[in-house]
């Protein structure tokens, strides 16, 4: 189904890797909190290796399964119950994943990304919807570009759950077919959107597996400029 830029009202979009690529993001703000406890806390280094501390972590994400929403709730967990086992402070759990989170937030946009926002949201309010634990107002060169952004921590569920999308919906004063969900992830981004009533478009930024379970996304390209160009601005 093609695009109709006259029939949306606004636009919401996803952000890691959707605007930036999120590994090298992910592994410098692990190497900057790793450098962090070998200073603060060395204990934890000599009982928790990269693969032991990933254990871990998956642990955690099996225990707290009701706040799987909640990327930081995670990570927080994971260095409290690494620090207590290394016999530290578990209170060193604060600082420390504020180094990790000072990290997180620095990112390097694709090259597409900062001109299509800049004219995406000369038309539309752009409204980032995230899973991650991102914050916009932290992240050079975003927040003045969206109008809002919403995550999965702060509304209680994630994507693909048709919550995270009516409530960016509702913050649009739109209604769903009023809106474009811009993502890039298949399952998560065009599938949710697709099930809340929305547009799609999917930005495909590399090729991989797709399980279409019987679903078109209203757009598919590489790149946000060229969705500019089917929008028509």
Same mark, same amino acid.
């Given at each position: 189904?093609?695009l109709?830029?006259?029939?949306?009202?606004?636009?919401?979009?996803?952000?890691?890797?959707?605007?930036?690529?999120?590994?090298?993001?992910?592994?410098?703000?692990?190497?900057?909190?790793q450098?962090?406890?070998?200073?603060?806390?060395?204990?934890?280094?000599?009982?928790? /290796? $990269?693969?032991?501390?990933? &254990?871990? %972590?998956? =642990?955690?994400?099996?225990?707290? !399964?009701? *706040?799987? @929403?909640?990327?930081?709730?995670?990570?927080?967990?994971?260095l409290?119950?690494?620090?207590?086992?290394?016999?530290?402070?578990?209170?060193?759990?604060?600082?420390?994943?504020?180094?990790?989170?000072?990290?997180?937030?620095?990112?390097?946009?694709?090259?597409?990304?900062?001109?299509?926002?800049?004219?995406?949201?000369?038309?539309?309010?752009?409204?980032?919807?995230?899973?991650?634990?991102?914050?916009?107002a932290?992240i050079?060169?975003?927040?003045?570009?969206?109008?809002?952004?919403?995550?999965?921590?702060?509304?209680?569920?994630?994507?693909? /759950? $048709?919550?995270?999308?009516? &409530?960016? %919906?509702? =913050?649009?004063?739109?209604?769903? !077919?009023? *809106?474009? @969900?811009?993502?890039?992830?298949?399952a998560?981004?065009?599938?949710?959107a697709?099930?809340?009533?929305?547009?799609?478009?999917?930005?495909?930024?590399?090729?991989?597996?797709?399980?279409s379970?019987?679903?078109?996304?209203?757009?598919?390209?590489?790149?946000?400029?060229?969705?500019?160009?089917?929008?028509?601005?």
């Amino acid at each position: 189904m093609p695009l109709k830029p006259e029939r949306l009202r606004a636009i919401t979009i996803d952000l890691d890797d959707t605007l930036w690529p999120i590994g090298p993001v992910i592994q410098r703000a692990e190497a900057a909190l790793q450098a962090w406890l070998a200073e603060h806390a060395p204990a934890v280094a000599l009982h928790f /290796d $990269r693969k032991g501390m990933l &254990a871990l %972590r998956a =642990q955690v994400e099996r225990d707290l !399964q009701h *706040v799987a @929403h909640d990327l930081t709730a995670w990570r927080k967990e994971t260095l409290r119950r690494a620090l207590q086992h290394a016999g530290c402070d578990a209170a060193l759990a604060e600082p420390a994943f504020d180094v990790f989170f000072a990290e997180r937030n620095r990112v390097e946009f694709y090259a597409d990304a900062l001109p299509a926002l800049d004219r995406l949201a000369a038309r539309w309010p752009l409204i980032a919807l995230s899973n991650g634990n991102a914050d916009p107002a932290r992240i050079d060169n975003l927040a003045g570009r969206l109008s809002a952004w919403i995550s999965a921590r702060e509304v209680g569920v994630g994507k693909p /759950d $048709r919550r995270i999308f009516d &409530a960016a %919906r509702v =913050q649009a004063r739109c209604e769903p !077919q009023q *809106v474009l @969900h811009v993502g890039d992830d298949f399952a998560l981004d065009v599938i949710g959107a697709h099930h809340a009533g929305m547009a799609t478009a999917w930005v495909r930024r590399a090729d991989g597996p797709v399980a279409s379970a019987g679903v078109e996304p209203d757009w598919r390209g590489q790149d946000l400029l060229s969705l500019c160009e089917a929008l028509r601005v």
